[in-house]
């Protein structure tokens, strides 16, 4: 079964613009989460999707959105770039059988530069 | 609020050498725990898990981790490491209830492993 697949794998813009990162889950999870890795900060929830719903968001400003389609695909999007959201972001998919949690399953990442 | 702490951010060992990674949490109820491993440019790896029964969970390549609740710990332990094993490790905890997709990180511990 494929892993959780990210894209691209790497970014460079510039202060100002926006980007948008995708993420494929591990087939049949509903549930994709969406995670910024900083030095700083370490590892800090953004927010999580199921069934193209919005159910978690973490303490990010409203330029960081996302979205989820009906496949589970979702995608993240931030606006206004600024130099602090150089990050690494990493999505996860879990099955979310609703008996309880499920392990979430992290993708490689996707590295941003934001000169 | 829920916190993970990870007091070591640096260890270094031998290899063939025991390792103890320490974990403590702060949550009013037995939360879901969790250990991943994160390698040089890459995603997260679940290495174990633990969400009731058994206080000692076994994981993947080796590793083991003790839940404790009076002391509100998960260590994760190997009693023999690999030079493979020189990675940043990551404990977590989920919540039980509606924030189901979210999971709080620590810091990390960075392992360097001596040949």
């Known amino acids: 079964k494929a892993g959780v697949t990210q894209t691209p794998r790497y970014l460079i813009k510039t202060r100002g613009q926006q980007v948008t990162l995708s993420c494929s889950p591990i087939s049949g999870h509903r549930s994709v989460s969406w995670y910024q890795q900083t030095p700083g900060q370490g590892l800090q929830f953004l927010f999580e999707y199921f069934s193209e719903t919005q159910r978690n968001k973490g303490n990010f400003p409203g330029r960081f959105s996302g979205r989820q389609f009906s496949n589970s695909r979702s995608e993240m999007n931030v606006s206004t770039l600024e130099l602090g959201d150089s990050a690494l972001y990493l999505c996860?998919?879990?099955?979310?059988?609703?008996?309880?949690?499920?392990?979430?399953?992290f993708g490689p990442g996707t590295r941003l530069t934001v000169l | 609020a829920q916190s993970v702490t990870q007091p070591d951010i640096h260890i270094t060992v031998s290899e063939g050498a025991s390792l103890e990674l320490r974990c403590n949490y702060s949550?009013?109820?037995?939360?879901?725990l969790f250990w991943y491993v994160q390698s040089p440019g890459q995603g997260l790896q679940l290495l174990l898990k633990?969400?009731?029964?058994?206080?000692l969970v076994q994981g993947i390549k080796g590793f083991e981790a003790e839940f404790k609740r009076s002391q509100s710990s998960f260590n994760l332990r190997k009693p023999s490491v690999h030079w493979s094993d020189a990675a940043e490790y990551f404990c977590?905890?989920?919540?039980?209830?509606?924030?189901?997709?979210?999971?709080?990180f620590g810091r990390g511990t960075q392992l360097t492993v001596w040949p």
């Open positions: 633990y969400f009731s029964g058994d206080t």
């Open positions: 977590a905890v989920g919540h039980r209830g509606s924030t189901l997709g979210r999971l709080y």
């Open positions: 949550y009013g109820a037995t939360p879901y």
């Open positions: 996860a998919s879990s099955l979310d059988g609703g008996g309880g949690p499920n392990e979430q399953f």
